[in-house]
Nanobody, 124 residues
Framework: QVQLVESGGGSVQAGGSLRLSCVVS???????MAWFRQAPGKEREGVAS????????YYVDSVRGRFTISQDLAKNALYLEMNALKPEDTAIYYC??????????????????WGQGTQVTVSS
């Protein structure tokens, strides 16, 4: 059984940084690992994804250049380094996994496994 556990959320001022972590267990072969976020009253949005096999990475335009997704296969961990945070980055951030390739814009419905979410709040 695949399990994802996020940590690292918190509150920061605009311009600050946070690092989210996701510990993954139960995966076999290669997966598309992703970070999503959902702000109040908005749809869940894909932020970044990485395919564990090739290392191919995708970002949504709004975070490109500010956020960095990375993986540590030895630790079964996924990370999201978030810099230059903006108030509009405020959301619950979720780690997700799908048992096949990543592609840009892959919707939440195409991910089978989800973490519990971690809150990120950016104040102006």
């Amino acid at each position: 059984q695949v399990q994802l556990v996020e940590s690292g959320g918190g509150s920061v001022q605009a311009g600050g940084s946070l690092r989210l972590s996701c510990v993954v267990s139960g995966t076999r072969n290669n997966y598309c690992m992703a970070w999503f976020r959902q702000a109040p009253g908005k749809e869940r949005e894909g932020v970044a994804s990485v395919y564990t096999g090739s290392g191919a990475i995708y970002y949504v335009d709004s975070v490109r250049g500010r956020f960095t997704i990375s993986q540590d296969l030895a630790k079964n961990a996924l990370y999201l380094e978030m810099n230059a945070l903006k108030p509009e980055d405020t959301a619950i951030y979720y780690c997700a996994a799908a048992a096949d390739y990543c592609y840009p814009g892959r919707p939440p419905a195409r991910f089978e496994y989800w973490g519990q979410g971690t809150q990120v709040t950016v104040s102006s």
